[in-house]
T-cell receptor
């Protein structure tokens, strides 16, 4: 069974541009969450989607957005990129809704974004 | 904010058991304890999670104290490939939804 797949794995963007990252959850998983990891701030929660609806949101500016499709695949978008957006962006998936407290949650390998 | 406290680093000899402690004194009744590990530049790897009973799988054992205020992750026979940052996380509710909030974790170094 394939794990969580994220594309692209590496990318370089210029300040002011926008970027879209893609995540394919484990087959059958319906919940997808996104995290940002930087050396200074560690792993920070961005948002979570279940059944195409955003269920949870972290403390990030509106430049960070996401969506989930009917096949549970998800994308996140960052507009007007800043140097500080350089980070590892991680996607995670789980079978059930985030209202279930004991879900098993699996992470992908991440997308490395460098903003220059 | 993370609800857990972990030592920043630990060492373990190859072949010995690695016991990683975690304090979560403010845990609520239906909040699970999760453990993940992360090897540099890779995504976090799920290890185990539990609510109140001890749990064991092919990777590790999770021992949760009776009052649920602390837990220990046990890697029974550590290998060099177990060197990683280990995160203990209490999945807390935000409204009606639960989320993982990562802290700084414990850097476990397994020495030959």
């Amino acid at each position: 069974k394939a794990g969580v797949t994220q594309t692209p794995r590496y990318l370089i963007k210029t300040r002011g541009q926008q970027v879209t990252l893609s995540c394919s959850p484990i087959s059958g998983h319906r919940s997808v969450s996104w995290y940002q990891q930087t050396p200074g701030q560690g792993l920070q929660f961005l948002f979570e989607y279940f059944s195409e609806t955003q269920r949870n949101k972290g403390n990030f500016p509106g430049r960070f957005s996401g969506r989930q499709f009917s096949n549970s695949r998800s994308e996140m978008n960052v507009s007007t990129l800043e140097l500080g957006d350089s980070a590892l962006y991680l996607c995670a998936s789980s079978l059930e809704s985030p209202t279930i407290s004991g879900n098993t949650i699996y992470f992908g390998e991440g997308s490395w974004l460098t903003v220059v | 904010d993370a609800k857990t406290t972990q030592p920043p680093s630990m060492d373990c000899a190859e072949g010995r058991a690695a016991n990683l402690p975690c304090n979560h004194s403010t845990i609520s009744g239906n909040e699970y304890v999760y453990w993940y590990r992360q090897i540099h530049s890779q995504g976090p790897q799920y290890i185990i999670h539990g609510l109140k009973n001890n749990e064991t799988n092919e990777m590790a054992s999770l021992i949760i104290t009776e009052d649920r205020k602390s837990s220990t992750l046990i890697l029974p026979h550590a290998t060099l490939r177990d060197t990683a940052v280990y995160y203990c996380i209490v999945r807390v509710a935000q409204g009606s939804n639960y989320k993982l909030t990562f802290g700084k974790g414990t850097l476990l170094t397994v020495n030959p």
